[in-house]
């Protein structure tokens, strides 16, 4: 954990350079129909107590039954975290009161998890990758819903979530800036929405982070951490880091000690501040759910899952640059969801690669951000771009022209190949059209000849004015060359 | 092993159950008397041996991933001393 230390990641304090170091639990909703240990559904958003079955209201009785989608989901997502499979795990009660867990007791797993270590490769804007240790991965049930804001004196809950499975998904200390937490998140959640396992909608509450931030002198031990609860965006992550670590700073600067704890963040007043005092609540008493036996499988299961993972991100990314010649950077960008990259290969395909990727990132993703809309609510498909890079590449149509065009399918929809002819948008080879615009424009214009002959950049000049006359649809570089020959330059 | 007082009182607060100074001692005893009987069993060499999970070696039954359960809101929260809108009412909890 003494890695070399990043000047740039340090942070000034009034007495010298501090580094940050983040660890993360990240809670991820398990991608499945029912509850982990009940037949009840985990839709989002239905009626009050309406997605509850005897078991998650905990009556008496009532016995825990595991859904194994919800195993195979947790071993397909250790697989994509490259971790160890642990063919024999465990269930342990975890022992807290609260209104929302009536069963008095969390079932999760504490000595043996279903997935040990692993590693995520992360890669930072500067385009620098840093490597995140997983400590582990464990199965667990989400508690139910309390709504503090109904009544003056009473709480409301809800018990639809209760039950639901979550993936607790933890990483060691490895992280050391608040950057560096954004962008792991980032890809841990690509990497969920690519196996299919969680669909990281962090609104919804179904991928949450729980951050522990500790500061030191680069190269001293670690300090003392503070644990900030169920951050529920990115951004947050990255604020409620840089403002905890300053707070941190601040009480150590000033001769103080860090208390462990745990603490919220208020993006509203930008500040974290400590939570009830739960010392005594952190006794949860630990042992194995009798109602459950070991959870056991073959390695014959495990090897089958492996089989059959979708690509993942790293190894498209790979593929996407080996294959189509793209930058890292421009691969990086479309490999972030799956639909973005499965459009680009189908706007690639059989084409030039970097062309393709192009007119993806630039045009159709600038133009889908301003509009806020999905890759899956573009209203140019794949197979309408890829006519346009067709027309760019034999010479149909000019670039220029081409977003023109881009323009035109986007509202009005269309064969991009039969809105060239109708539209007379076709680019003008043949050199006597050409010709004669340009011997148009010089002798309309003998003392800019004049100018031209002193000071050759003013061809760009001439090339404008050809364009104007051509409606913009004379190949550039045919003007440029009878430009050139015919002023002598 | 064997629990003192204030362990006594703690256990009791963690499972939420009230307990006054009187009945204190005699609650350790019972529990010091239960721990006594249990510790018997450090008697016994278990090195080596794997915890038995089931008396019967037999693998955990599990479900297929569908919907068989749920819509029943009336029965979930028919025992509840307060409810509304099917929601349960308790005393406002506030972190």
Redesign the interface.
């Known amino acids: 954990m003494n890695a070399p230390v990043d000047p740039k990641k340090l942070i000034k304090g009034a007495t010298g350079d501090w580094e940050v170091v983040i660890g993360m639990e990240i809670h991820a909703q398990v991608t499945s129909k029912s509850k982990l240990f009940s037949g009840a559904s985990t839709a989002f958003g239905g009626e009050p107590n309406a997605h509850v079955s005897l078991v998650d209201a905990a009556m008496p009785g009532m016995l825990p039954v595991i859904n194994e989608e919800c195993v195979r989901q947790a071993v397909r997502t250790g697989l994509g975290l490259k971790a160890e499979i642990n063919l024999r795990s465990v269930f342990d009660r975890k022992n807290y009161f609260y209104p929302d867990l009536p069963q008095g007791y969390q079932i999760s797993q504490y000595k043996s998890p279903i997935v040990g270590e692993g590693e995520v490769l992360v890669d930072m804007p500067d385009g620098s990758q840093i490597t995140v240790g997983i400590e582990r991965l464990h199965l667990e049930q989400d508690a139910g819903k309390s709504l503090h804001d109904q009544h003056p004196t009473m709480s409301f809950v809800d018990l639809n979530r209760s039950g639901v499975a979550l993936m607790e998904i933890v990483s060691k200390p490895d992280l050391r800036s608040a950057e560096e937490a954004k962008a792991y998140v980032t890809k841990l959640r690509t990497i969920l929405r690519y196996l299919g396992t969680c669909d990281g909608d962090m609104e919804k509450g179904n991928l949450r982070a729980d951050v522990n931030v500790s500061v030191r002198r680069p190269g001293d031990p670690f300090g003392t951490r503070c644990e900030i609860k169920n951050v529920n965006s990115i951004r947050f992550i990255g604020q409620a880091v840089e403002t905890e670590a300053r707070r941190q700073i601040g009480i150590i600067e000033d001769g103080g000690t860090i208390v462990q704890e745990t603490r919220l963040f208020d993006p509203g007043k930008g500040e974290t501040r400590s939570m009830r005092s739960k010392e005594e609540a952190h006794d949860y008493r630990y042992f194995p759910d009798p109602d459950l036996l070991p959870l056991e499988f073959d390695q014959a299961y495990v090897d089958d899952l492996a089989a059959h993972l979708p690509e993942l991100p790293d190894a498209k990314k790979a593929r996407f640059i080996a294959e189509y010649g793209l930058s890292p950077y421009d691969a990086g960008v479309l490999v972030a969801e799956r639909e973005q990259a499965d459009y680009f290969e189908a706007v690639a395909k059989g084409r030039d690669g970097k062309a393709a990727a192009n007119w993806v990132i630039n045009e159709l993703f600038g133009r889908l951000n301003k509009e806020g809309l999905d890759i899956g609510a573009s209203p140019v498909s794949a197979a309408q771009l890829g006519a346009i890079v067709d027309l760019i590449g034999e010479g149909t149509i000019s670039g220029k022209i081409a977003k023109d065009l881009f323009e035109i399918v986007w509202t009005e929809g269309g064969d991009p190949r039969a809105l060239v002819e109708t539209r007379g948008m076709k680019q003008v080879t043949d050199t006597g059209a050409i010709e004669k615009a340009v011997d148009e424009v010089i002798a309309a214009n003998p003392d800019k000849v004049q100018q031209a002959l002193a000071k050759p950049t003013m061809l760009g000049w001439f090339v404008g004015q050809v364009m104007k006359q051509t409606g913009g649809k004379a190949n550039p570089q045919a003007v440029n060359d009878l430009l050139k020959s015919k002023l002598g330059i | 092993m064997s629990v003192d007082q204030a362990t006594v009182r ?1 256990i009791a ?2 499972a ?1 159950i009230a307990v006054t100074d009187a009945e204190v001692p005699h609650l350790q005893n019972e529990l010091n008397a239960i721990l006594a009987f249990v510790e018997q069993l450090d008697e016994v060499n278990v090195d080596g041996i794997e915890p038995m ?2 008396v019967t070696p ?16 009336d ?3 028919g025992n509840a001393p ?1 409810t ?12």
């Open positions: 703690r607060h963690l939420r999970t089931s037999m693998a955990m039954k599990k479900r297929q991933d569908e919907i068989t359960d749920g819509a029943l809101a029965k979930v929260t307060a509304e809108d099917h929601f349960f009412i308790v005393p406002k909890v506030v972190e």
